[in-house]
Antibody, heavy 119, light 107 residues
Framework: QVQLQEWGAGLLKPSETLSLTCAVYGGSLSGYYWTWIRQPPGKGLEWIGE???????TYNPSLKSRVTISVDTLNNQFSLKMTSVTAADTAVYYC?????????????WGRGTLVIVSS | ETVLTQSPDILSLSPGERAALSCRASHSLTSSLAWYQQKPGQAPRLLIYDASNRATDVPARFSGAGSGTDFTLTISSLEPEDSAFYYCQQRSSGPPSFGQGTRLEIK
């Protein structure tokens, strides 16, 4: 059973770069798309982007100019970088998996990590 | 981009009652729609995938139906622990997207 755990800096100042990593336990990176999703406090879910084990990535058009997702097959993890953050980027950030064998859905999810952007 | 619109925004029902949550897509999704349950302070939990398939360990009182642009999540007999937000999600038509959510309150 694949399990995910994300970590990274939880407090940023405006204009800084958000950097998060998600470790994958109990399975390899192949056979899945690895995804980042965020949820501002009290609001709904927003897909940020995803990547496969080969490094092919796609991004939410509204965030594409600021986001990079990368994969580290050696350490079985993937990462999110988002530049020029503002208060609007304050959210719980989740990593999640999409099994390429079907379902077109996100399962499992990490527990999420709160990132606050404040001066 | 496919927009998912959920209704109602808030649903307040008593234990034992039946809940029907709707998700309407702006473009046809065939049957590729998922439903999630999210409780405060927790990550979303997958309930239903491909419109009508229950995920592992999901109780049988949860069922999904629909195709094209109209989908429904039904909870046949509400339990107190079903109080949560519910989100629909698609990944087959343009960038993945989520509905805005339905808050289900158990009286």
């Amino acid at each position: 059973q694949v399990q995910l755990q994300e970590w990274g800096a939880g407090l940023l100042k405006p204009s800084e770069t958000l950097s998060l990593t998600c470790a994958v336990y109990g399975g390899s990176l192949s056979g899945y798309y690895w995804t980042w999703i965020r949820q501002p406090p009290g609001k709904g879910l927003e897909w940020i982007g995803e990547i496969n084990h080969s490094g092919t990535s796609t991004y939410n058009p509204s965030l594409k100019s600021r986001v990079t997702i990368s994969v580290d097959t050696l350490n079985n993890q993937f990462s999110l970088k988002m530049t020029s953050v503002t208060a609007a980027d304050t959210a719980v950030y989740y990593c999640a998996a999409v099994w390429l064998g079907g379902g077109n859905c996100f399962d499992p999810w990490g527990r999420g990590t709160l990132v606050i952007v404040s001066s | 981009e496919t927009v998912l619109t959920q209704s109602p925004d808030i649903l307040s029902l008593s234990p034992g009652e039946r809940a029907a949550l709707s998700c309407r897509a702006s473009h046809s999704l065939t049957s590729s729609l998922a439903w999630y349950q999210q409780k405060p302070g927790q990550a979303p939990r997958l309930l239903i995938y491909d419109a009508s398939n229950r995920a592992t360990d999901v109780p049988a009182r949860f069922s999904g139906a629909g195709s094209g642009t109209d989908f429904t999540l039904t909870i046949s007999s509400l339990e107190p622990e079903d109080s949560a937000f519910y989100y629909c999600q698609q990944r087959s038509s343009g960038p993945p997207s989520f509905g805005q959510g339905t808050r289900l309150e158990i009286k």
